[in-house]
C-alpha cells in the first residue's frame, strides 16, 4: 500500500468498526508494521485537531478509536435519541474503585474489602460494561476474576490504568489506622 493512503485506509477502518481496533490489528490488515500505524493514527491525529473537525482519535492503552468531539454533542442529540446517563451509586463506585486498583479480583475479595454482599454492584458495572470476567483465580471452586474495560477507560477519560490516581503512602497508612481501629483487628494493605 503506498505510504500517502495508509491514514486514508485507518480512518476508514476505524469508521467502519465503530469501537476501538487494536493497532496490531490494523498493522496485520493493512501489512504494514506497528511503527507505522502509530505514525498514521499520529497523522490523522494532527490532522483532525489542525482541522478544527467535529472528529478526534481517542487512545486506550494499544488501541485506538475515531469519536466526535464532545463539544458537538448538542448537535447530536438533536438528531439521535439522548442515551440513558448510567449512574453509579456510592457502593458501585467503590466496588468499582476496589477492582481498578486490585484487578484481578474475585467476588470474595471485594465483599472481603468492602464486608458487605457486592452482588448488586457487581451485576450493575457488568450492565454498564465497566467490568468484565477476565478468568478464573486457581483455588477451590475456581472463583471467576473481575478486571476493568475498555468502556471504563473511556467512561473515567483515561487512556490506561496508570492514569489513575495513586494514593498517598501517609493517607494510606491514616486510613488502614482508622480502619483497623474501628475493626478491632489488623488489616493487610
Same mark, same amino acid.
Given at each position: 500500500?503506498?505510504?500517502?493512503?495508509?491514514?486514508?485506509?485507518?480512518?476508514?477502518?476505524?469508521?467502519?468498526?465503530?469501537?476501538?481496533?487494536?493497532?496490531?490489528?490494523?498493522?496485520?490488515?493493512?501489512?504494514?508494521?506497528?511503527?507505522?500505524?502509530?505514525?498514521?493514527?499520529?497523522?490523522?491525529?494532527? +490532522?483532525?485537531?489542525?482541522?478544527?473537525?467535529? %472528529?478526534?482519535?481517542?487512545?486506550?492503552?494499544?488501541?485506538? *478509536?475515531?469519536? &466526535? =468531539? !464532545?463539544?458537538?454533542?448538542?448537535?447530536?442529540?438533536?438528531?439521535?435519541?439522548?442515551?440513558? +446517563?448510567?449512574?453509579?451509586?456510592?457502593?458501585? %463506585?467503590?466496588?468499582?474503585?476496589?477492582?481498578?486498583?486490585? *484487578?484481578?479480583? &474475585? =467476588? !470474595?475479595?471485594?465483599?472481603?474489602?468492602?464486608?458487605?454482599?457486592?452482588?448488586?454492584?457487581?451485576?450493575?458495572?457488568?450492565?454498564?460494561?465497566?467490568?468484565?470476567?477476565?478468568?478464573?483465580?486457581?483455588?477451590?471452586?475456581?472463583?471467576?476474576?473481575?478486571?476493568?474495560?475498555?468502556?471504563?477507560?473511556?467512561?473515567?477519560?483515561?487512556?490506561?490504568?496508570?492514569?489513575?490516581?495513586?494514593?498517598?503512602?501517609?493517607?494510606?497508612?491514616?486510613?488502614?489506622?482508622?480502619?483497623?481501629?474501628?475493626?478491632?483487628?489488623?488489616?493487610?494493605?
Amino acid at each position: 500500500m503506498e505510504a500517502s493512503r495508509i491514514p486514508a485506509a485507518i480512518e476508514a477502518v476505524l469508521f467502519a468498526m465503530g469501537g476501538s481496533v487494536e493497532v496490531s490489528e490494523i498493522a496485520a490488515a493493512l501489512e504494514i508494521t506497528e511503527e507505522e500505524a502509530w505514525e498514521a493514527v499520529e497523522t490523522i491525529r494532527q +490532522k483532525l485537531n489542525y482541522e478544527k473537525s467535529g %472528529l478526534q482519535i481517542n487512545r486506550y492503552d494499544d488501541a485506538v *478509536q475515531l469519536s &466526535t =468531539r !464532545a463539544e458537538y454533542y448538542e448537535y447530536l442529540i438533536r438528531i439521535a435519541s439522548v442515551p440513558k +446517563k448510567q449512574t453509579l451509586s456510592n457502593a458501585t %463506585l467503590e466496588t468499582l474503585s476496589i477492582i481498578a486498583y486490585r *484487578q484481578p479480583v &474475585t =467476588r !470474595a475479595e471485594i465483599e472481603h474489602i468492602r464486608g458487605v454482599n457486592s452482588d448488586h454492584s457487581v451485576n450493575k458495572l457488568l450492565s454498564y460494561d465497566l467490568i468484565e470476567e477476565v478468568g478464573r483465580k486457581e483455588a477451590p471452586g475456581r472463583p471467576l476474576l473481575f478486571g476493568t474495560t475498555e468502556q471504563f477507560l473511556r467512561t473515567f477519560g483515561i487512556s490506561s490504568l496508570d492514569e489513575l490516581p495513586q494514593t498517598d503512602a501517609v493517607k494510606l497508612a491514616e486510613f488502614q489506622q482508622e480502619a483497623e481501629e474501628e475493626a478491632g483487628t489488623s488489616l493487610e494493605i
